[in-house]
DNA sequence: CTTAGCACTCTCTCTCCCCAAGTGCTAGAT
DNA sequence: ATCTAGCACTTGGGGAGAGAGAGTGCTAAG
């Protein structure tokens, strides 16, 4: 048995689905590609790989599919990422320039990932807690209303207004906001909470109380469901796709919208060597996710994750090089600014 | 020709094609409602119906199906709106409980109305532009960094960091902040830009420059991406309506990104004196929502909207009731914070 | 105005059957 | 040893045809 010649004919195998989306026979193998062997040679290459689960036939007569399998060794040995065309390039960079506040850069990458690819986009994001407090701000609004801001060096902003017991002027405001600020500036946002208790100690008794209210909405503002929030684009992909798949998308509308499974999932991939992650079908450890995959990639300081998700059967070379060239440039655009 | 049983046919045939979710004939129509006459009594009434362009037969041996005019008539002549059950009274009471910011609030709304309905709920974000500023805020965080954020009273707040050509001291943007703050506080945001151009003429020169500069991200903030944003959930709903039934859903699943189609049509549904709008399938004025209906109504003071979005075969009453009471507890909710 | 009856028209479903694709195997060639 | 050619075998898919079922419109009578 010609080793190399079965990879290639995996290769080939794997190639022809994603184009051609129909299970693959050893004629069509041989005309397609020039494999320099005959068809029949190809058939025990076949048989071999579907000893190995790499491939599988639907029905007898049927060509071969890849298995999830397949798929796994064919990114991990086959698939060399290829660089973006130069028109992908000036669609990225002219795409992220112009945006303004972090809210606008995520939308326009979500989206800008999820037309490169023809895909479902999503990416999370960064997440306060391994970003550090850049700023708190404290403002009254009326005396017993305090607009909080806690501003991360991530770029996020977190803002809630707050009711407190007892009146607040401007004096004391200011001083509780100094005191928190000099408390936790430069800290991690994760620690905040535990910075603020450290206020506390310090503090007259009779400002006690109103000040571990506003911390404690600090606290909240920090810990606050922003940071663990995916935004997708492109969801109308996902039917197109399946319009000649019998793929149900309703599970993985779902998945996008509960967001809870897909979090899991994003901050379980770490990236591989080549810098992208990639879960294949049931390696997504998701039922709704099983005839997806999801190909992602950390970007930024705090390595949040963007990548795109869409069926098993995707041309894994080309999204593997998109989702890394966004992240690349998603990176830099956050870092620059 | 009895006029009166007339519609009451096109009611039981709106009624079990909802239900049944297949063309309904005379012979079904007269077994499952006590109509008191014969199915060809049915069968003329309908033809009649027929005529008049109120339902349509998908072929000549099938029953009958509402046509969007059909369903129009049921709409605004033969459905009464009926209140909901104390359970889903409950449920929305419950599940808008514990709510913090804007945010949330309306997230946890378009959820809750998904989930009631079974159908895509879509909720837009109140528009600052008719709100009024209840506060503006600078935040010096570098000598050329500045938070600006700015609250209307309709619960709203943008923030958004900018980078001024030359330094500020603290004096200075407070200075500017609180003259910004006497020319615009309790003035609709729209007019915002033209309140900011009043201040200039007061500075001193060397202010000026600086100055304009923060006017401008503040309008900008004002007129901000926010403003004209819709929240969606429960798009895995249309999946679920489509797999019995073919419309396509990609288009539906790009018009609910794309917001813009969606936008326009939300502003421009008025609500009928039931205080609930209805646009049944060609009505949306939307090629991606031919087979769609919306059904809306405006929330809070500004009447934003809040919404669902299904296949035209929907339940309209309950569809209506459901929108109805859930935008009276978001405006509940929203005066009350 | 309503009803009963009836002829007619469709679609849907089932079955049958053949075709095309593709495989695995065996025997021979290199 | 490995590859190739040929061939028998399997099986899903597609088309034809028939029958059933549903529903209609029309007519004539109540």
Redesign the pocket.
Known sequence: ??EP?KLEVLRAIVEDYVHYR???????LVERHRL?????????D??AL?DEGLIA????????VPTDKGYRVFVDQLSTVRPLSAAERHAIQSLLEGADDLDDVLERTVRLLSHLTNQVAVVQYPQLGRARVRHIEAVGLAPRQVLLVLIADSGTVEQRVVTVGEDLDHDRLAFLRQSFLAAAAGQPVGQLGANLARVMDTLMPQDKAVATELAAALGTLAASSREERIVTAGTAYLARSNSDFLLSISPVLEALEEQVVLLRLLSEMASDPRGVAVAIGHETAADSLLETSVVATGYGRDDAKIGILGPTRMDYPATMAAVRAVARYLSKILAGS
Chains 1, 2 share one sequence.
């Open positions: 048995m010609n010649r129909e299970p693959v026979g050893s004629k069509a320099g062997v005959s068809s029949a040679t190809i058939r025990n076949m048989a579907e036939a639907p029905h007898t007569s049927a060509g071969r």
